[in-house]
């Protein structure tokens, strides 16, 4: 348990040394280019450096990632700089919000409370409009799974982690490379490449390629697979009456191609899976 607790606190402070806020400016990466990160020396030294100062309850608070938006109460407001000043948690999340400077403000605000600096995560698929409407948004993922090229899949997902970057986010929840197989379950839908997983995979390479080329940390989603469902999970709890063999040969599919291919992270779904899990 404390070895995969170290990996993963090890891994945030990964994530800010290779994106230290000084560079995060959208104008130190042209349309051509790729970000420059650092040698693997340096990366090692200053995380270490910071690391083995960390006591256990540290590190846990390290992997921890809260959300906020800009129009809370109070008494959420209060409780987020209460979690950030004395436990120290690693990361936040901006929700949707009508406001992108209000949300900004606040993001900055509970930044200077920490004592290490956060990791910025975005959930942006699409960009940032999926959570400020104001900005003008990329394409949905299956108006990009219509193209016979990935390539611009590719230039997409680099411009989408400029973006990111230019709003100091260094982790992006995407791709999302759950398979759209199911016509009369809308769950996934324009969120998703394709029904094909041939063709998801490749795309979603592309796409996370990008984004890392472009200097932000990806995550592929929603592990085992959310295509084939009919209920939100946002709202209750879907279920995947699936065997084992099923899973393996269609919505596991895309997951370990990516994670061939050097994906950062993998986000699990809120699903019941009794194949995986009776309980």
Known sequence: MINILNRAAKFLFLLFVLIPASILAAGNLSDS??????????INKQVDSVFRK??????????MVISFRSQESKEIYDAQKRIIKKERIGG??????????????????????????????????WGASMRWPGIPAYQYFIQMGALSSDSLV???????AQECRALKAQVNYS??????????????????????KEKVSKFAIAMMHGLQDGGVATSAKHFPGHGDTDVDSHLALPLLPFSRERLDSLE????????????????????????????
């Open 252 to 279: 596991l599919y895309p997951f370990r191609r990516l994670i061939a291919e050097g994906i950062d992270m993998i986000m699990v779904g809120h699903m019941s899976i009794p194949a995986l899990d009776p309980t």
């Open 33 to 42: 280019d790729t970000y420059k990160y650092p040698s693997q020396e340096k």
């Open 154 to 160: 590719y230039e997409a997902g680099k411009s989408i």
């Open 54 to 63: 960390l006591s256990t309850r540290d590190k846990i608070a390290q992997i």
């Open 92 to 125: 936040v999340i901006p929700l949707g919000d009508v406001s992108f400077h209000n949300a900004v403000h606040k993001l900055n605000t509970l930044n200077k409370l920490a004592k290490i600096p956060m990791i910025v995560t975005l959930d942006a698929e």
């Open 175 to 196: 791709p999302d490379v759950d398979l759209n197989n199911n016509p009369d379950k809308h769950i996934v839908h324009f969120r998703s490449f394709g029904e094909d």
